[in-house]
């Protein structure tokens, strides 16, 4: 969470000062941080980056349920039941909503799937917004009539922005289970052990 601040506060001091140099090029007034802070081009930046890590995250908890790939390290094996598939039995250490049951147990069996997805909608509602929103501060610049949502969602350079992430994040997923078939590392819990053979699947 350091690391993320950080690099966060990187993020928005770098592109602060890259958007005033923008502005300054076409006359345009600049913006304090503060302000830098609530404009488009700092939120769409942000969670254009978001959306791509949270859908990536939500492929990963939801695929491996049912999906498998033989020799994977980041797959379950191929056949039979494993600890994270058992019902959930209450317990005097069991989280609260196994002990209470019903509805409750229900939505909590799928609260990690449900909330990835939740981020991902809102990371993504947030970037469209923050995209939208700088485009028409764009517009404005070039005496141009700002357009309306709609407008903004038939043109191509919002759909650019989600795609370009979503690939990264497809690719990026696919080399994590692919990869751990044929390489290892050791000490590492995203790898096999060092000795296990190409086509033992899990850890």
């Known amino acids: 969470m350091t ?28 913006l304090s941080f503060s302000g830098y802070l609530h404009c488009g081009h700092f939120i769409s930046a942000t969670f254009e980056n978001f959306q791509s890590e949270f859908l990536q995250m939500a492929l990963y908890v939801v695929l491996t349920i049912s999906l498998r790939q033989i020799g994977s390290g980041e797959s379950k094996k191929l056949s039979g039941k494993e600890d994270v598939d058992r019902e ?17 147990l229900k939505l909590y ?3 990690l799937s449900l909330s990835f997805v939740l981020l991902f909608l809102a990371s993504w509602g947030l970037h469209f917004y923050g995209s939208w929103q700088d485009n028409n501060a764009e517009q404005l610049i ?4 700002p357009d309306t949502v ?18 990264s994040e497809f690719l990026s997923v ?10 290892r590392q050791k000490g590492s819990p995203e790898s096999k052990p060092v000795d ?5 699947t899990g850890k």
């Open 3 to 30: 690391l993320f601040l950080v690099t966060l506060l990187a993020q928005a001091f770098t592109g602060w000062k890259a958007y005033n140099d923008e502005r300054k090029q076409e006359h345009v007034q600049t």
């Open 196 to 200: 296990a053979p190409h086509t033992e």
């Open 150 to 167: 709609i407008q903004y969602l038939c043109k191509p350079e919002f759909w650019f922005e989600t795609f370009q992430n979503w690939q």
């Open 174 to 183: 696919a080399s994590i289970v692919f990869l751990t078939i044929y390489l």
């Open 88 to 104: 959930p039995r209450k317990s005097p250490n069991a989280p609260w909503p196994v002990k209470k049951g019903g509805w409750i």
């Open 142 to 145: 070039h005496h141009k009539h």
């Open 109 to 111: 069996s799928h609260s």
